[in-house]
């Protein structure tokens, strides 16, 4: 199966690593509403979410059924879909966890931006596989601007 590549303007991308900085050393996490079809995908603004696992914010990224609630009305006002999640990885690689992988869904993509005490570091984009066996990589297309609404 091939997806085609999520494309996110350089600003949108940046916000997302700017709110991984912010809540470093705990991660950050948010859903990425936008537009979805057969040839594209793209990102065309960000819902930034609290953390909320109080036992281990530093690497236990969850979505709760009232994140989606909360997403999936504001996407509806927009007239746009949540098409993805984005968190951060403090002091970790911008790869899924184990843990990642059993809490995702598949179809949605899944942004982690890699953080360290110095800055942002990688940011990559994945999708879970339908059967949930694993994480293929997305390949992200930086555009310069965002498709306007
Ligand atoms: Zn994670």
Redesign the pocket.
Known sequence: MSVSPLRISDALLRRIQAHGVETFPH?CCGAMLGRDSETSREVIELLPLANRRDDSPR?R?EVTPSDVQMAEKKAREMRVDVIGWY?S?PNAPAR??E??REHAWPWYSYV?VSVEASGPRDTKSWRLRDDRSAYDPEVIESVAQSASI
Do not use: A, C, K, Q
Request: hydrophobic share 30%; net charge negative; aromatic share 20%.
């Open positions: 991660e690497n990224f968190h990885h899924p966890s843990f990642d982690i």
